[in-house]
C-alpha cells in the first residue's frame, strides 16, 4: 500500500479508487422509482459545487488514489456547463465515463469524444414506447434509442442499464437479451432498490434468481456463458454464445457485491456518501469553501464505512422503510 491511497483505505481493507460525482439533481425524466411522485426540494443553485470546485476535490481524490471517475445526476447532460467540467476533468489521470438517460447525447457527442470518454451507461427500462412514458413520465423513447446507435456508431462501449419492476418490465427480460444478439452493448438488469420516496417493497423487486430463470425460458444452459468477474464488480455477467454482446445482474439486494466495493459518491451540494444506502454524510463543499484541507474529512467518512450497506445487512432490515427515510432520493444521490 502506498502512502498516497491510505486515506481512500478503510478499515476492511477496501481501497477506494472509484468516485462518482453528481452534477445536479435536476432531470428531464421524472422515473418513478427514483424520482419521489412530488418531486424533491432542490437546494439553491449556490450551494451546488461549481466547475471549479468540481475540479479541485476530484484532484484530491485523484491525488490520493482515485482513478476512475463517473459523472451521474439527476441527469448530467443537463448541466449547461458539462462540456466545461467534461474537459477539465479530462486532464486528470483517470478514465472518465458518464451515466446518462441518453436524451441529450447528440448535443454532447463531440466533447465527449475529445474529453476519451470510452464508456457510457445508458439507462433504458424497457424496448416499448409507450411504456417508456408510463415509467417515465416523458415521451423521449425514439431520441434515447437514436442516441444509442449514434454512441455505438461512434465506437463507444455502451451499458444499457435496465431497472427492473414486477409487472412492468420483467416480460421484456428475454427482449433486452436478444438486443445483445447483433448489437455489442452490455445488458445490466439491475435490482429495484430502496430510497427515500420511490414506494419500494421487495415484492416489486425482480431478484438475480428470478433473472436467471426468466433467461433460462428461452436459452439453455449450454448456450448461457458465465463471464469472468471483473475486479470490484457490482454486475455478474454472462452472454448467450455466439452474441455480439452480453448482459449482467446487478444484485444489490439479494446478492450484494459490498466486499469488493471501492465506490465513494459526491453529490452535487458537494457532501461524500461513503455508500449508496448509507444516511449520513460528510460535507466537503463547505470546509473547502471555508479554505480548509478536505483530506481528514474524507479519511473520517472511508474509515466509517460499514462492511455491508450501510449496516444493513439482513433482508428484514433492508425491508424497513424507516432506514430508508433518512436517505436521500435517488436523484439527489447519483447512481
Ligand atoms: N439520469 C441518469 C440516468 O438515468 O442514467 C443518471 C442518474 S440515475 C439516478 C443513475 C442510475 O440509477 C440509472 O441507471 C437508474 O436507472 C438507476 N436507479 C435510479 N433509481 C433506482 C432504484 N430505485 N433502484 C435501482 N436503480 C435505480
Ligand atoms: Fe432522471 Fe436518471 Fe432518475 Fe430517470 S433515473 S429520473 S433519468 S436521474
Not at 468516485?19 to 418513478?32: G, Q, V, W
Not at 479530462?90 to 457527442?109: A, K, P, W
Not at 428461452?218 to 448456450?223: C, G, I, L, P
Request: with cysteine; net charge neutral; hydrophobic share 40%.
Amino acid at each position: 500500500m502506498t502512502a498516497s491511497n491510505t486515506i481512500l483505505t478503510d478499515g476492511f481493507g477496501r481501497k477506494h479508487n472509484y468516485l462518482r460525482i453528481s452534477l445536479l439533481e435536476k432531470c428531464n425524466l421524472r422515473c418513478t422509482y427514483c424520482m419521489p411522485a412530488d418531486g424533491i426540494a432542490l437546494s439553491p443553485k449556490a450551494s451546488l459545487m461549481t466547475t471549479e470546485e468540481i475540479f479541485a476535490i476530484a484532484e484530491t481524490f485523484v491525488k490520493n488514489g482515485v482513478d476512475k471517475i463517473r459523472l451521474t445526476g439527476g441527469e448530467p447532460l443537463l448541466r449547461k456547463d458539462f462540456p466545461e467540467i467534461i474537459s477539465k476533468l479530462s486532464e486528470l489521470n483517470v478514465s472518465l465515463s458518464i451515466t446518462t438517460n441518453g436524451i441529450l447525447i447528440d448535443r454532447h457527442i463531440e466533447v465527449l469524444k475529445q474529453s476519451n470518454v470510452k464508456k457510457i451507461n445508458l439507462s433504458l427500462d424497457t424496448l416499448v414506447s409507450s411504456k417508456f412514458h408510463s415509467i417515465t413520465l416523458r415521451n423521449q423513447f425514439e431520441k434515447v434509442i437514436d442516441n444509442l446507435h449514434l454512441l455505438l456508431n461512434n465506437n463507444f462501449h455502451v451499458k444499457v442499464n435496465v431497472v427492473l419492476m414486477k409487472g412492468f418490465n420483467d416480460n421484456e427480460i428475454v427482449d433486452f437479451v436478444k438486443l445483445t444478439q447483433f448489437l455489442p452493448i452490455s445488458v445490466r438488469f439491475i435490482e429495484f432498490m430502496p430510497f427515500a420516496g420511490n414506494e419500494w417493497d421487495r415484492s416489486k423487486m425482480v431478484s438475480q434468481q428470478e433473472i436467471l430463470s426468466l433467461v433460462e425460458t428461452q436459452f439453455s444452459s449450454e448456450e448461457i456463458l458465465k463471464l469472468e468477474d471483473e475486479k470490484n464488480f457490482t454486475s455478474r455477467n454472462y452472454k448467450v454464445k455466439g452474441f455480439q454482446g452480453d448482459f449482467g445482474i446487478i444484485s444489490s439486494i439479494t446478492n450484494p457485491f459490498c466486499d469488493s466495493c471501492n465506490r465513494i459518491r459526491l453529490t452535487a451540494d458537494g457532501k461524500i456518501k461513503n455508500c449508496l444506502f448509507s444516511n449520513s454524510e460528510t460535507d466537503l463543499l463547505t470546509a473547502f469553501r471555508n479554505g480548509k484541507s478536505i483530506t481528514d474529512l474524507i479519511s473520517e467518512s472511508i474509515q466509517n464505512k460499514k462492511k455491508v450497506r450501510a449496516g444493513m445487512v439482513t433482508m428484514d432490515e433492508m425491508d424497513d422503510p424507516t432506514k430508508h427515510f433518512d436517505n436521500r432520493s435517488m436523484i439527489a444521490i447519483g447512481g
